[in-house]
């Protein structure tokens, strides 16, 4: 048999761990499930680290482990003489989760900013896809090194010295992405790095309160007495700006605008970026994230950072004000169409800067 080059002296051992190692892995199954169907119920992209590293390192563990159990070890490609092999475990245990975890990593870099590692902190996600990536190589080339070693680890030996044929594409494709991560230019990055949103936090606290209970009851009734479209505080603040056309009748598209105005005394464009991040929400880059607005302060966060932020509190980052658990759990996400028409309406309007 080509590439098996010891006897199985401690086959009932390694038959029993290697079964509880597949428990282990069903129970991992089983918990990258549920994350994925809250993640679906709450419409975020999959930029929590658990997506890339849980799912990435346990394909890999698997696959390493698939060159050292005893069970489900039949080499597919025992009669061929090429430089590969392949078996049930490698195939069943470990290649879905390697591919699932290069695409994440793939999206990853592609579309988001930032990737959470843990509760609010976060990386560069392009960073931090290319920095994993490394490290799998290198692991990768001390594993190969290893079995062709015919290294044992206490009574495991490896079964095979070929590196096979899932390694092999994994390496493959991992130099490919790390290559896509150096070339694929960061557009934003500057704007939403661990310190920007540090700095914005701090940002937000040292604010006041925005919006007390009398200017909320002030909005229904500037919007009742419809000759009036600009609230009072910014006619007074900004006399030289262009009057409002007051012919232009309101058409249930302007209204629906007007429900995602933030909250703020004078408004200026800063009050249309998210509370977390700092960016202001662009059309197709936040597609798949939306954008959700507190219910008091009516300020924008982008969704996922938004149900980030709610894992641990229950105030609002920028006001301060209690969030309903029913928001909390089911909120209203604003498409980003509707809000990005919403901040050309204003600054159109207001003349914003
Ligand atoms: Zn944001
Ligand atoms: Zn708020």
Redesign the pocket.
């Known amino acids: 048999m080509i590439g098996i080059i010891h006897g199985f002296g401690e086959s009932s051992l390694n038959i029993f761990f290697s079964w509880i190692f597949i428990g282990f892995w069903l129970l991992f199954l089983i918990k990258y499930r549920e994350k994925i169907r809250k993640f679906k119920e709450f419409n975020s992209p999959h930029n929590t680290s658990f997506f890339i590293l849980a799912v990435l390192f346990t394909g890999l563990f698997y696959l390493y482990l698939g060159y050292y159990t005893d069970l489900l070890n039949w080499n597919w490609f025992e009669d061929s003489e090429f430089y590969f092999f392949l078996n049930p475990w490698i195939f069943f245990l470990s290649f879905p989760l390697l591919m699932a975890g290069l695409s994440y990593i793939y999206t990853s870099i592609k579309k988001n900013d930032v990737v959470y590692l843990y509760k609010t902190k976060s990386m560069k996600a392009r960073q931090f896809c290319i920095l994993i990536l490394f490290f799998t190589l290198i692991l990768n080339v001390i594993f190969i090194i290893a079995i062709s070693e015919g290294r044992r680890f206490y009574d495991y030996y490896p079964n095979y010295t070929k590196i096979g044929l899932i390694l092999f594409s994994f390496i493959i494709f991992s130099t490919i992405l790390i290559i896509y991560g150096f070339l694929k230019k960061s557009k934003r990055s500057s704007i939403t790095s661990q310190n920007a949103i540090r700095r914005r936090r701090s940002e937000i606290q040292s604010l006041s309160p925005p919006r007390t209970r009398s200017q909320r009851q002030s909005k229904p009734r500037t919007r009742n007495t419809t000759t009036t479209r600009r609230p009072s505080q910014h006619q007074t603040r900004t006399t030289s700006k262009p009057k409002p056309r007051q012919n232009v009748r309101k058409t249930t598209r302007i209204r629906e605008i007007e429900r995602l105005k933030p909250k703020a005394g004078i408004l200026s464009l800063e009050d249309f970026k998210c509370i977390f991040c700092f960016c202001l929400p662009k059309n197709p880059e936040d597609k798949t994230r939306g954008v959700v607005l ?1 219910p ?2 009516n ?1 924008p966060a982008h969704t996922d950072e938004f149900k980030d932020w709610m894992k641990n509190t229950q105030i ?1 980052s ?2 301060n ?1 209690n969030i309903s658990n029913s928001f909390r759990n089911n909120p209203k996400i604003v498409p980003i169409e509707n809000y990005v028409a919403a901040i050309k309406y204003y600054s159109k309007k207001e003349n914003l800067k």
């Open positions: 507190c008091s302060c300020y609002c920028r006001c004000s």
